[in-house]
Structure formats: C-alpha cells, structure tokens
C-alpha cells in the first residue's frame, strides 16, 4: 500500500469524516436520530447509490461513464411514453431496462472496440440520450401510474425499508461478492492497472469493458425506474447533474480516477458520508446549490488528497535513498 499508507487507510480517514459528520448532524437537530429520518436519508438519494456500484467497476476498469444520469433519464421516458401510449407497465419497464442496455451497448461499442476515450464517448451520451428523453416527453408531465408502481420507491416494504432500498442492499451484497471474491472482479483490477498488459496475457479485454458499459446502462436504467417510481411522475430533465453525485461517492470512497484501485467499502463508507451531510445540511435549512458546492469540493479532495499524498510519498523515499 503506497501513498503514507493510503493516507493512513483511506477508509479510516472515512471513519473519521463520518464521525464528525454524524456528530454534527446530532447537534444540528433533535430529529436525525428519528427511524423516518434515517430512512429518508437513503431513499432520497437511493437512485444514485444504485448506480455508483456499476461506476466502482467502470472507473477502477479505468474509464468512466458521464452518461449514467442521462441513461437513467431516458429510461424513464421510454417508460412513460409508452405507458401513455396504452403498453402494459409491467412490458414499459422493461423497455426501459432494455434501452439502458442498448445505450451501454452504444457507449461499450465504442470505447472497447473503437478504442475512443470513454470521457469524450459518454459525454456525447449524456447530451444524446438526454436530447432522445426530451424528444420522446417533450414538456410535459406524465404520471398516473398504478398504486404498486408508485408503492415501489414510496411504502415501506421490509419493516421500514422500500423496495429500492432492499434492492440497493442485495445489489452492493452481489457487488461486493463479484469485485472481491470473483475472477470477472480480477479482471476489472487488471484492465485498470495495465490494460497492455491484460491483452498479451490472453484476457479478452474488449468484452469485458463492453461488458461494464452494458451493466452500467442496465443499472441506470434500472435506477431510473425506481426514481419515476419514487417521484409518480415523469419529465424530461429526470436526473439531471446526479453524474456529479455518483462520480464523487465512488472517488472519495478511494478509489483512483486512474483505474486500478479501490474497494467497494471504502465506497460505501463514502457513501454514508456523503448522505449524512446532505441530511444534516438538508436539517439545517442550507440550500440545494449551497450543497452542490460542498459536494463539488469534495469532489475535488477526493481526487488532490491522493495525489498530494503520492507527491509527498515519492519525495521522501527520495530522501531516504
């Protein structure tokens, strides 16, 4: 483990921001202990924890996916216009599935086979599948779904828990299993640390970023699902700059923007301290923008921290030697 130790144990230092994080929270307001509260704190951000997971793999492959907000958009109105236009629910969600899945597909295509850098391809992503969402709703509304639908993402299922809640938590189980105990997992590590390397080792390395994409644009659409659920309704702009959110949870979780490195705890961690400072913000009445510029800092740290970190590490073995 390199870089002080990784600072120490970058999870350890999580520990601590969480700490402090949760302490302020508790001084801040007498209902942050509350079961509703805390149950709030996951759901109004489930969505974009879901799709985090898939982000981990796909940054520490060594890429990254601008486009998740925009698929999970786009899902959401594929789903809602075909609703509209009389489609059973049941066969409008999984429309939407498959059109994060053909959008993965597109963005995979390109980035593995084509070799363009994956920045530049999911940007285009998150212009033109947003562009097709607007296309397919327009200006307009659509909601009037069914009571289980909407239940989904607004009633309490398992005790005090929603289904999407419970879905989260199976799916960072299975997450974790495959990252860290799997060789697909394995795999991931190696295309981030040398991606030459993998190709002459015989590792079919097209297919297993292409792969990524796909299950990126899968679970995004699949979040995208739950949030119209959650919300009752659709519009266009669904979505719209939770890239920003997702791409901070998993570097502050640690893992390197340049492939390679990182855990799913340490994402995890990442993301309790970055929900709990939403809440406690929420709690204290400060501003959406307000906490858009906090997490935009973060964001920052996350990636300067590590590598101030690295610079310090190599002057002082220069020292030494």
């Known amino acids: 483990m390199n870089a002080l130790a990784r600072l120490q144990s970058w999870e ?40 985090a997971l898939t982000m981990t793999f796909i940054i520490i492959s060594g890429e990254i996916d601008l486009s998740v907000a925009s698929i999970m958009g786009l899902a959401a109105c594929v789903m809602a216009r075909l609703f509209e236009l009389g489609v059973p629910l049941p066969l409008c969600m999984a429309a939407a599935i498959a059109a994060g899945a053909i959008a993965g597909l597109n963005n995979g295509f390109w980035v593995a086979y084509l070799g363009l850098p994956s920045l530049a391809v999911t940007l285009a992503g998150l212009i033109g599948y947003r562009g097709v969402g607007r296309i397919l709703v327009e200006d307009r509304s659509i909601g009037g779904y069914p009571g289980w639908f909407n239940a989904i993402g607004q009633q309490p299922m398992f005790g005090p828990l929603t289904l999407s809640i419970t879905i989260f938590i199976i799916l960072f189980v299975i997450s974790l299993i495959v990252l860290n105990r799997s060789g697909l997992g ?103 923008n307000a906490q858009t510029s906090v997490i935009g800092a973060l964001l920052i740290l996350s990636v300067l921290v590590p590598n101030i970190a690295q610079w310090i590490h190599s002057k002082w073995k220069g020292r030494e030697a």
């Open 186 to 288: 394995r795999l991931v590590y190696v295309l981030g640390n040398n991606l030459e390397a993998a190709r002459y080792s015989g590792v079919r390395t097209q297919r297993v970023k292409l792969w990524l994409f796909v299950a990126s644009g899968v679970n995004s659409a699949l979040a995208g699902v739950l949030y119209a659920s959650r919300l009752g309704a659709v519009r266009g702009d669904m979505a719209l700059g939770f890239e920003l959110d997702i791409i901070t949870m998993v570097l502050l979780g640690g893992v390197s923007i340049f492939g390679g490195s990182g855990n799913l705890v340490g994402v995890g961690l990442s993301i309790l301290v970055i929900l709990n400072l939403r809440n406690g913000m929420g709690l204290a009445n400060i501003t959406g």
């Open 12 to 51: 350890g230092l999580l520990v601590f921001l969480l700490a402090i994080v949760v302490s302020f929270n508790l001084g801040s307001s007498p209902y942050y202990l509350g079961v509703d509260n805390l149950v709030n704190l996951f759901q109004l951000s489930i969505e974009k924890i879901i799709v």
